[in-house]
């Protein structure tokens, strides 16, 4: 059985091929091309030879194939990147790259579901795991999108195979560095038990991360791409990563500073997901950052008496990124196939509800209703959770 996994990251899309334990193939196409003629995913989809497509998840959605869904245009927009067309045609006429990305993931969600029926499935994010206990979910939404899930998943299955672990004995913090976002995924005994997503965590590359509510006030009126905005990229004007490390090595401000804000803030982040994995045996950097030397020597002085590593891919594996291969893998487990003890133990098919089913902010009762009421409208036999204790 062959399945592909589509990763829709900040600065490529990752196509992921795999047959068993084994990456058959692999693309990697500029996230900048895609978003101007999402043609060029269609057309590298229409190549390919396979039984399964787990389509590009965004915040996620419980297991949903194609043939459930009532609509992919408004299941994408509304559902998997909780936006609106408004968002979309806004963001389009002012040339905000995000959006264009939203657009062009819309549009290839469109095509798959219209092409793929019931051979495409789209897979859930960390707040919907009900291993995730629900007090740590209220007021989020961001605990760690699918991509953060899938890479968390392709180290728990490293840390089992290289490290010759039963799934039960592995605690580990996954902490995925991409180019726009950073993720912090706590693993206890081999299942996910909480997360500090992207726009959640602390100051990304791109993104402003977690914010205090006394900006988001004064701001008072927000865009959907502001959530792109506000990093340490945009305010150094530059967007290159390994600019900011030469100016810490040379002290040059205001670059030096805006360097330790990010570094600093991966750590912070790590040392609050190893609250609930008090016996963490290791900290496992993914993402597009997590091979720079300079950024692993400074986590390890900031991150002490505990092993960090990076991760091995799956075998065959060369050019794709630990989430494209982890959305591969995760939907290869669930249809069936060599991973399905894992997506069993994990626990991934039995996430349930949406992503706002715990905001309970009264300001954003509106907001959380009309998310709810999209999935009941859009997908076949939502499976909303049968214990949810916020109403």
Known sequence: MRVAGIDPGTKSFDIVVVEDDRVVFEKSIETIEI??????????????SVDYIV??????????FGNEILDPRRFAVEILLLSTEEDIENGVKIGEIGIWVYDAL??????????????????????QLQTVPWYRKINRIDMGTVDKLASAFLAIYNESIRESKSLNDINIIV??????????I?????????????????????????????????VKRWNRWDVFHGGVFWTSNTFDLEDLIRAYKNSEEPLASLYLSFIEGIAKDIARAMTVVPRVDKVV????????????????????????????????????????????????GIV?????????????KEACGTVVDYVVHQAAKGFRERIIKAYRDLVKNPRFCEKLYIR
């Open 35 to 48: 978003a101007k003629d999402p043609q060029i995913l269609i057309d590298a989809l229409r190549d390919l």
């Open 55 to 64: 389509g590009p998840s965004g915040y996620g959605v419980p297991v949903t």
């Open 106 to 127: 819309a549009k290839v969600v469109t095509y798959l579901v219209n092409h793929y029926r019931d051979r495409v499935l789209f897979i859930p994010s960390v707040i």
């Open 175 to 184: 902490a995925e560095i991409g180019f726009g976002y950073i993720g912090i």
């Open 186 to 218: 706590a693993v206890k005994e081999g299942r996910v038990v909480d997360g500090i997503g992207g726009t959640y965590a602390s100051i990304g590359t791109l993104t402003a991360g977690a914010m205090d509510l006394e900006v988001v006030v004064g």
């Open 285 to 332: 950097l993914t993402g597009r950052y997590s091979r720079n030397r300079d950024i692993v020597k400074h986590l390890l002085e900031l991150v002490r008496d505990v092993e960090i590593a990076g991760i091995q891919g799956l075998k065959g594996a060369v050019i794709s990124k630990e989430a494209g291969q982890g959305y591969a893998a995760i939907g290869e």
């Open 336 to 348: 069936g196939g060599y991973f399905a003890d894992i997506v069993d133990h994990m626990k991934i």
